[in-house]
């Protein structure tokens, strides 16, 4: 059974290519990827998110429960800050990536990826009863749009005739877009600035049409999951189920920056504290080509002589032009420094591995104003 966002009539009228998407009919273009990835980088582009799952936690002790669920420190958000954190297993392993709104007092938004909704869901509230903390599933009412790029300010403070200045990143308020009650957060997954809509169903459609009407002037586009998958990767976010998953840790995924392992406790420390002693069996890695051609998911990654890993993301990346990706390799097989190679069609092409993200972000910091 495939499910419909309810922006699902305004893809169409658009003539969106429609595919499924973990069980979900999601854009995948409009106009072209190459196109919507430049026009996102250049001016803003407009995103459907509304199959991503969204779960309320609440009660007078659902900081301290969430603090024992997440590797992250919750003691760093207040009311109207948010947090990109993950949930762990026993043995450290990513359950899933999320955002944590703080949306008023003891009650908190969490935004999970839509193939792991129901999963997360049962497991917090099974965890939750010894802590008599609420938690709700509340996906099926509420829509979520996007609007990325360095003009998505100007176009959403139109819609909503208010100045979004002081919101930073990382940061939601509860506010009206076109005259709609909304949460409207300073997030995205592009490596540009822009903002998240949270709202009920049954108003996304008027918000939608409302953002590409204020926003066409200026050449905003709908944007589809292709070039959001590109826009990802040269920012060098790791989504769920493709670089990252539950048999790997943040220590592995270079994601080792949400861990705070000054926390008395939480769900994967000694796990973490083990592999923090001894050190961590693969490592995740960004590239790019040197030689020509394309990485792809599952590629082998060679050190010259032996396979010591696999691509999990690879694209040909609209802004370098060239090819970029991650994989994960066997540490104990590789030296920082050593020539690796990516394996396409049977041939070794040369690869150079990039320290950080390949683009750099534009985002509205509120530690550097």
């Known amino acids: 059974m495939h499910h419909k966002t309810p922006l699902y009539n305004e893809h169409e009228q658009l003539n969106a290519k429609i595919v499924d998407f973990h069980g979900w009919l999601m854009p995948i273009q409009y106009s072209g990827i190459i196109d919507e990835h430049c026009t996102v980088r250049e001016k803003a582009g407009l995103f459907d998110l509304s ?19 997440v590797c992250s420190n919750m003691n760093k958000i207040v009311g109207g800050q948010m947090m990109y954190t993950a949930l762990l297993n026993k043995n450290g392993g990513i359950i899933d990536d999320i955002v944590i709104a703080e949306t008023r007092a003891d009650w908190f938004l969490l935004i999970v990826n839509a193939s792991n909704r129901e999963a997360v869901y049962k497991y917090l509230k099974h965890e939750a009863k010894p802590y008599e903390v609420d938690v709700r599933d509340e996906s099926d009412e509420i829509a979520l749009i996007a609007i990325q790029g360095p003009l998505s300010k ?5 819609v909503a005739g208010r100045s979004f200045d002081e919101l930073y990143y990382y940061e939601c308020c509860r506010t009206k877009v076109c005259g709609k009650n909304c949460i409207v957060s300073r997030t995205g997954y592009t490596g540009e600035d822009g903002f998240e809509i949270f709202t009920h169903d049954d108003d996304a459609p008027l918000i939608w049409n409302g953002l590409l009407t204020a926003g066409a002037p200026l050449g905003l586009k709908p944007i589809g999951l292709g070039a959001r998958d590109t826009l990802r990767l040269e920012a060098g976010y790791r989504p769920h189920g493709n670089d990252i998953d539950p048999a790997t840790t943040p220590f592995e995924a270079g994601l080792s920056w949400l861990v705070d392992m000054n926390k008395k406790s939480f769900v994967g420390k000694s796990a973490l504290e083990n592999q923090k002693a001894h050190g961590v069996p ?8 040197v030689d020509r051609g394309i990485p792809r998911h599952g590629y082998p990654v060679t050190n010259g002589v032996e396979v010591i890993g696999h691509v999990t993301s690879g694209t040909q990346s609209p802004s370098l032009n ?3 990706g991650m994989a994960y390799v066997d540490t104990a097989r590789y030296t920082d420094g050593e020539p690796l190679y990516v394996v396409i069609h049977g041939k070794p092409k040369q690869i150079a591995v990039k320290k950080g993200s390949f683009i750099r972000p534009r985002v509205y910091k509120r530690d550097k104003q």
């Open 154 to 158: 100007g176009i959403i403070s139109n």
């Open 282 to 289: 693969k490592r995740a890695v960004l590239f790019e080509m």
């Open 322 to 324: 060239a090819g970029i």
């Open 51 to 69: 199959h991503m799952g969204e779960l309320d936690v609440f009660g007078d002790r659902a900081r301290e429960f969430l603090q024992e669920m």
